[in-house]
Structures are given as C-alpha cells and as structure tokens.
C-alpha cells in the first residue's frame, strides 16, 4: 500500500531543492559517464590531459601560447579552450605556434555555462586528430569557483592565481585549490606593484591540499616558465 | 483519460535537462519573491542599494574600505559581503570605518553557492539594522559568470573590470556587463605594466548595453575616486 501510493501520488513535502539535488546527482551522473568515455579515448590514443582553470585574466591563454611555442618542435600540442563567447582565444593560440591544434568551446551553446562539462569535450573531440596529440591541454571557463567537480577525464588539474588578484584567494575561494595538482602564481613580474605574499599562499594553498605543487612564474618576464616547462615534460614523457 | 494518464504517469520522454529547466524556473519564480520582499524592505526604510559585481581579485572590498572611509561622516553605510568561505572581508571593512554595520554571507551554508541569491539577502537583512542605513552595498561572490541574473532587490548593478584582467573581458563574459549600469575600470594604476586599452573596454561595454557608465580608478592611487564618490553621492542624494 505504501509503495503503491508512494508512486502515484509523491508526497507533497517534496521540495524544489530536494528535486533540485536528485537533479543534481543525476547530472553528475551523466558527467561521470561523459568523463569516462572521454578518458578512455585519451589513453586508446596516448594523449597526456591537463584541466587548466582559474578567474578570467589569470593569464591561462598568455601562458599557453609560450607553452605552445617553446613545444612546437618537441610534441604535438592540441588545445580546447572554453568561452562564454567569442573565438578569440582559440584565434590567439592558433597564432602562438605553427600546427597547434586550437578549438574554442564556446558555452553560448551550452546555456552560457560558467564551467565546461565533460558532454562539451566530448562532442568537441571529433574537431581534434587526438591520433596526432601528445598533450591537449583544456583551458577552462575564467572562474575561480564552478570548474571545480566536474571530471572531463583530464590527468591533472591546474589551477591559476595572478599576483593582482591579491594573496586572499586560497582560503576564500577552497574547493578549486583543494582539487588542482598544481598551482600556478602568475604575473609575478607585478609583485612589486602589488600587495602579495607567495609564502602565505603557498601556505594555505598547502594546508587545504598537502602535496600541491606551487610555482611562480610571469608569461611576461619569462621568470619561472622553465619549472613550468620541466612539469608539462615530465607529465608528458611519462 | 488524458489528464488521468498524464498525472498518474509521466511521460518516459520527460528529460532530465526538461526537469533541469523546470527546477530552475522554479528557482528564479522563488528568487523573484524573495528579491520583491527585499525590494519592500528597502523602499520602507529608504535604503538605496547597489549590488558589485565582479571576478575574484578585481578590487571590490580595496574600493568599499575607501567608500566606507570617504562617506563615514556623510551618511550611513552597511555592507552584505558575500564569499564562499571566511570572514575576511567584512572584517576588513568592519576596520576602514568607524559605526560601518558590515556582515559576512557565507555560501558554505548555502551548498558554497557561487553567487549571491536573494534568499542569502533576505536571510542576513536581520542582522542589519536598516532603519539606520542609507545605503547597502551588496559586495557580491568574486565571480564575473554566475551573480549575473540573479535580482537581489537593489536599485544599482555595479561590475568592476581590474586592468591586469585584461581588456578582451567584455566580449567574453557579456551576461554580467550586459546588466550592468555602471562599469568602473579598476587598478588603473597598473595600466603601465599591463597591456590594456580602456577605451576599447568602454567601446565594446557600450555596444553590449547601451549607456552604460564607465570610470577609470584606482583604489590604491587615488585616481577617478571622486567620480565614483560622486555617482555614490548622487544615488543616496536622489
């Protein structure tokens, strides 16, 4: 009796946020297959994936078209970047570096979504030769929150912080750093402009996630790019 | 026999993405009372409200401190700072002005929201004492995506675009500029050692919304503060 009537006739205590939740699970369900589907591809190819996030204006793109330029004869690089709107990000890269593979995922499609899902990377693959692809590197949505959860199937997530966003943000913005593999601290050639103190981020950074590698390094200046460089290598080459 | 059916049984078509939507109708139906209870509440205690708006880093507590400084004298100044975690903020602002009423909403409590709803308003307007206010500001999550769309009850949306950014931001993230009645471009004391033209930030914005106002400043320099002051001055004034 119980069941029957349960089923036909939902108690009416069912609230929004608890469908909300159920929803919710069921979204992140659906990611998780995405992801898996995703990852399966990248190791039947032998493709190294790294998940690169952070607040617009971090400095992903500037750091990926020196990336891309200083590998361009040593492995074949591949890039997805995501956007809110415009291609020109994918533009700029695709300028960076002779035979860059540069697609934009652009999320006007998708809702406007804050973050990319791993379903965008999924129907975005087919525009990428992932046979002709040491390393694709996915740059994410510019958001210090959102990004963080979702799985695309990636090996290691790297999140940004810039030197201007102040050194405030690890313990104000956790759930990101908590995930990332690896920090980046960028636009260090503008420290002396700013208030910020890399050791307290350090810090933090390694309080919310023992064992995170931090780095400091300026697309700029060129400071700190050869440790970075030394990572991707290792990641790739493994 | 229709409507029977169709209580009784949904239809197996009914996707989760069509649930999603519906849930999220719901949300924004719930978000609009909750906002219109708030506008109430403002309206009666003449308390003229602006809601900031921006990424993590761009400058929004540095300006309130000065904001709170600059008018402690003139008239009363209360703060809703929303992050996902710590206290930071309204703590500092709680120091850059004598009698500032300045209370923190931590979106932790709220499943770390990545934006400010008008619920989380509605839910800490108890703690201010608004007879008391001239004017709140809403400080909200540092996040240039997600607060967007989401009317809080306030009279003004401000977004702030900080020069290390960079100047691409607007025809990236065009939701948020698009609400926007007031762009201020911050840190402009930075725009030596960055690569940023702030008029084609203010083309781009005003193309996106039609008169939008735009100030340049720099909280840590001094500079164009007195126009903001005076766009403060005339709000509360009016």
Redesign the interface.
């Known amino acids: 009796m119980a069941s029957l009537s349960g089923r ?1 006739h939902p108690k009416d205590g069912t609230s ?1 946020a608890m ?2 939740i159920e ?1 919710n699970k ?2 992140k369900g ?1 990611n998780q297959e995405y992801a898996a589907t995703n990852r399966e591809l990248f190791l039947k190819h032998g493709v190294k994936v790294v998940n690169i996030m952070s ?3 971090s400095g992903k793109t500037a750091l990926l078209e020196k990336t891309a330029a200083h590998f361009q004869d040593k492995f074949k690089l591949a890039v997805l970047v995501g ?4 291609n ?2 994918a533009e700029r890269l695709k300028l960076a570096a002779a035979g860059i593979q540069s697609e934009q995922i652009v999320t006007e499609n998708y809702g ?1 979504a ?1 973050h990319l899902d791993a379903r965008m990377i999924a129907e975005a693959l087919p525009r990428l030769a992932l046979e002709k692809t040491d390393l694709l590197i996915i740059e994410n ?6 990004p963080a959860g979702l799985y695309l199937g990636e090996d290691k997530r790297v999140v940004l912080l ?1 030197v ?3 050194d ?2 690890v ?5 990101i750093f908590r995930e990332a593999d690896l920090l980046l601290i960028t ?1 260090i ?2 420290i002396a ?2 208030d910020f103190a890399p050791q307290k981020v350090e810090a933090e950074a390694r309080e919310i996630k023992g064992g995170i590698e931090v780095l400091r390094l300026s697309a700029k200046s060129g400071e700190g790019l050869a440790e970075w460089y030394q990572w991707v290598d290792r990641l790739v080459s493994r």
Chains 1, 2 share one sequence.
């Open positions: 036909h929004n469908k909300k929803i069921d979204l659906k607040s617009p204006g956007d809110i709107s415009t020109r990000d406007s804050c949505v510019g958001n210090l929150v959102c810039s201007p966003e102040g405030d943000k313990k104000k913005y956790p759930v636009k050639d503008l402009a700013c």
